[in-house]
């Protein structure tokens, strides 16, 4: 769902527009009656006999597995959002139809399935009208609009289950206010439950944008209310929920806008309800609460919207370049059972994306080595050869869903980064990016991987084996570009000094400290790198003058700078990428000259807020 203003609604901020997609009423404030609570009954479709079943549909046997891969699949946001010509040609968000969603779903049938793709994703609006009122049953759970969805919610997945594909669905976090229905709305399956128990007295406000009211789950009857809506949804046939606006996060903080217990309790319902159904977390969660997210669901959204809300349905700047910089902090966080979530892949159309095919193959790459979930908001109908050529990739694919660790930057943030990760079977998956507006060359050097000597290199993109490579490869990568490689030493471990930075040896000026850290290699670090402080390491001996990359283990809870240098020299600042906390070491390589004899390494922060500093690990040979 939306973090970003469509340009019809001028004044809005990125993140405020959803909220004129999840208010069911913008103008009464939670006053409005949803038809629950009159006499009138809901809008009658070939879901209404499911609207009450609090057990699975009779015969279905879709089963969704346990998140032992990041999911793969179609989702309608991103043409929702778009303001593409054509697209939304009744109003903002009019593309979300029944017959949309079957279409989308056919073409992914026939031309996706099987690479893998099988879920279809249903997003925000399925219970509103085009006015974006939305829409209520008799016991406040949002209820299909029936000129959307003329056949209903259930109708919809029965389509999807028979394409031998999963069914996806969405609703924002808390009770949304246009259900409260002046608390006098019955909870199903709840005797004595209405509205006004499950949510807080002074109907404080939750979510990303403040459209519902928060939970009190002081009072069982929440419990119940969610009860009742993963019955509802499990009795449909659903296969996944992605539960919006969720908080901590989502641009809001503080007691109100807090739903981990929101979160617990879908995850309770939901093993409820004896449907395994897949709990997505969006959007941009604080990273804080990973230990809650990934305790209660499978897979949480690490950043904002990635779409555009302009005429195409991404650009690079807004935002598909924003993951670079957020995904690092994350690596740690994924695995079986949960991954990061870096929103849509919107590579499959030139025209449509709104991307160069350089930018699309990056966007394709950094999703694949992060093993987000890799669902695509494109037009099925209407890839082109190179975007069906990106979204087919088996051996991208396959980096994406295979059993290494989550890959992170082996270089300093910048316009030319690398990353990479190392694999069970002892290779590495190495990506080089070239994130400048020009072409640049980009090296990514054995050494930031633990190795040296010569190493057989394959490009994964292009499937071609491309020989033997010693110590290092480099190739010139277009604007916005990036390759992607397997690489497999052939030679020995690098060899390296280490030197650890608490070491008495070493000076420490202005606030530079030494510090506990049980997860460094010393139990110690130097922290407190800032206004002008500096650690620099001395007695750094190699054999011979030479260029040597200088693994550096550091501690960092959000991207800092600092700059490095060597012996007398002025250094460069480098920003480091976060390691997600206080207390998570991870590892960069510098590039240092450094002379036959004895040297110096300094850290120095300027007069700004650097990492903190475990060790340095210096080859002992250039």
Not at 20 to 45: F, K, W, Y
Not at 430 to 458: C, K, Q, Y
């Amino acid at each position: 769902m939306p973090s970003s203003p469509s340009r019809a609604l001028p004044g809005l901020t990125r993140r405020s527009l959803r909220a004129m997609l999840v208010l069911a009423v913008t103008t009464a404030l939670g006053t409005a009656v949803p038809a629950a609570a009159t006499q009138t009954a809901p809008v009658a479709s070939k879901s209404a006999a499911a609207a009450a079943s609090s057990a699975p549909a009779a015969g279905d046997t879709t089963t969704p597995g346990p998140a032992d891969k990041p999911y793969m699949g179609w989702s309608s946001w991103s043409m929702q959002s778009s303001q593409y010509p054509g697209l939304n040609p009744d109003g903002n968000y009019s593309y979300l139809t029944e017959a949309n969603v079957l279409k989308q779903t056919d073409a992914l049938a026939t031309t996706l399935k099987k690479y893998g793709y099988d879920h279809v994703n249903i997003d925000a609006g399925w219970w509103m009208d085009k006015n974006w009122t939305s829409e209520f049953d008799q016991y406040g759970r949002q209820t299909p609009d029936p000129v959307r969805f003329p056949h209903g919610m259930k109708s919809v997945a029965d389509h999807i289950h028979t394409k031998g594909l999963k069914a996806g669905i969405y609703l924002p976090v808390g009770l949304e206010k246009g259900a409260y229905g002046d608390g006098k709305v019955p909870v199903h399956d709840a005797p004595g439950c209405t509205t006004a128990d499950v949510v807080y007295p002074d109907l404080r406000t939750t979510n990303g944008w403040d459209s519902a009211y928060k939970l009190n789950f002081d009072n069982p009857c929440a419990q119940k209310y969610i009860d009742s809506q993963a019955r509802l949804l499990a009795g449909w046939g659903y296969d996944f929920l992605k539960l919006d606006g969720v908080g901590p996060g989502s641009s809001k903080s503080g007691d109100n806008y807090n739903n981990v217990a929101d979160v617990a309790a879908w995850h309770q319902a939901i093993a409820g309800t004896g449907r395994p159904i897949h709990l997505e977390l969006s959007w941009s969660l604080d990273i804080s609460h990973a230990a809650d997210w990934k305790k209660y669901s499978n897979g949480w959204r690490i950043d904002t919207d990635v779409e555009c809300y302009c005429n195409t349905l991404v650009t690079w700047e807004n935002s598909v370049n924003d993951r670079w910089n957020d995904a690092p902090a994350w690596s740690r966080e994924a695995g079986p059972g949960g991954w990061n979530d870096l929103d849509a892949i919107d590579v499959g159309n030139g025209a449509m994306d709104g991307l160069t095919k350089a930018e699309r193959q990056s966007y394709m790459t950094l999703w694949a080595i992060d093993k987000s979930p890799l669902f695509t908001g494109d037009d099925l109908t209407q890839l082109d050869s190179y975007g069906l050529s990106l979204l087919t990739n088996q051996e991208v694919i396959a980096v994406d869903q295979n059993t290494s660790p989550v890959a992170r930057p082996v270089t300093p943030m910048g316009d030319q980064q690398v990353w990479g990760t190392k694999n069970p079977d002892g290779t590495y998956t190495v990506a080089l990016f070239n994130l400048g507006g020009s072409p640049a060359s980009v090296t990514a050097d054995w050494a930031s991987f633990g190795f040296t000597g010569a190493a057989a290199v394959r490009d994964l993109w292009n499937h071609q084996d491309l020989g033997t490579y010693k110590n290092r490869i480099t190739s010139t990568v277009p604007a916005h570009g990036s390759r992607l490689f397997t690489v497999k030493p052939g030679g020995a471990s690098l060899a390296t000094t280490r030197y650890e930075a608490e070491s008495g040896d070493n000076t420490l000026t202005g606030n530079a400290s030494v510090a506990s850290c049980d997860s460094c290699s010393g139990g110690k670090k130097v922290g407190n790198l800032y206004l002008d402080s500096k650690l620099q390491f001395n007695d750094i001996t190699v054999k011979k003058d030479g260029i040597y990359t200088v693994n550096v283990a550091y501690v960092s809870g959000d991207p800092r700078s600092v700059t490095v240098y060597s012996n007398s020299g002025h250094g460069t600042s480098l920003k480091f990428p976060s390691t997600g906390d206080w207390s998570t070491v991870e590892t960069v390589s510098v590039q240092l000259a450094l002379k036959a004899g004895t040297n110096t390494i300094t850290f120095d922060s300027g007069w700004d807020y650097s990492p903190d500093i475990d060790r340095i690990d210096v080859p002992k040979s250039a």
